[in-house]
Nanobody, 116 residues
Framework: QVQLVESGGGLVQPGGSLRLSCAAS????????MSWYRQAPGKERELVAS????????NVPDSMKGRFTISRDNAKNTVFLQMNSLKPEDTAVYYC?????????WGQGTLVTVSS
């Protein structure tokens, strides 16, 4: 059974940091491109960061570059998202996604709230 379980979300003050984790099981994690997406209330889901199967290549949209870093540990079947200098507009549900060819799996999400 495929599972992607996100954790690490919560309430943080503006300027603070959070590290999200996504633990995978039920598929060959090291052969899947992993990504983080987010969806704010009333907005479409958007890409936050993605990472290649080896971790040697990452992609972060310009609006988040320098603040968000994605990494993975294939030995532990886990992908991480380090988020620094958080802003209120970063408030959203954050999801991880695994993709290989036409196969795609999503986690259930973890809520990040940035507020003072």
């Amino acid at each position: 059974q495929v599972q992607l379980v996100e954790s690490g979300g919560g309430l943080v003050q503006p300027g603070g940091s959070l590290r999200l984790s996504c633990a995978a099981s039920g598929f060959t994690f090291s052969t899947y491109i992993m990504s983080w997406y987010r969806q704010a209330p009333g907005k479409e889901r958007e890409l936050v960061a993605s990472i290649s199967i080896t971790g040697g290549s990452t992609n972060v949209p310009d609006s988040m570059k320098g603040r968000f870093t994605i990494s993975r540990d294939n030995a532990k079947n886990t992908v991480f998202l380090q988020m620094n200098s958080l802003k209120p507009e970063d408030t959203a549900v954050y999801y991880c996604k695994a993709k290989r060819n036409t196969m795609e799996y999503w986690g259930q999400g973890t809520l990040v709230t940035v507020s003072s």
